[in-house]
């Protein structure tokens, strides 16, 4: 599985972004996609993810600010946020959670940076 990230950018605090992932390769063995953040000196944390039935989980930082939304007949994952804060300032990086031959895999993307100017 290969996943593609893109829509990071520069944002003063308040305003909106939204963040695509597009997966290729192995996409059937994919279960869940969504993203999580890292930001210099910090873990990396879950920002949102969401199920092939379309169930969500959201990080506490963004629950109230980001929807996570999949479009699977492009093999895409989409996460809208708004009303940014400087601490949401972070690389974001894609996921793909898969079942390929009973064992569960874990790809990564290769993060996208989000900065988010006071």
């Known amino acids: 599985v290969q996943l593609q990230a893109s829509g990071g950018g520069l944002v003063q605090a308040g305003g909106s972004l939204r963040l695509s992932c597009v997966a290729s390769?192995?996409?059937?063995?994919?279960?869940?996609m969504g993203w999580y953040r890292q930001a210099p000196g910090k873990q990396r944390e879950l920002v949102a993810v969401?199920?092939?039935?379309?169930?969500?989980k959201y990080g506490d930082t963004v629950k109230d600010r980001s929807t996570i939304s999949r479009d699977n007949a492009k093999n895409t994952v989409y996460l809208q946020m708004n009303s940014l804060k400087p601490d949401d300032s972070a690389v974001y990086y894609c996921?793909?959670?898969?079942?390929?031959?009973?064992?569960?895999?874990?790809?990564w993307g290769q993060g996208t940076q989000v900065t988010v100017s006071s």
């Open positions: 996921n793909a959670a898969t079942i390929e031959d009973g064992r569960p895999s874990a790809y």
């Open positions: 390769g192995n996409i059937f063995s994919i279960n869940v």
């Open positions: 969401i199920s092939s039935g379309g169930s969500t």
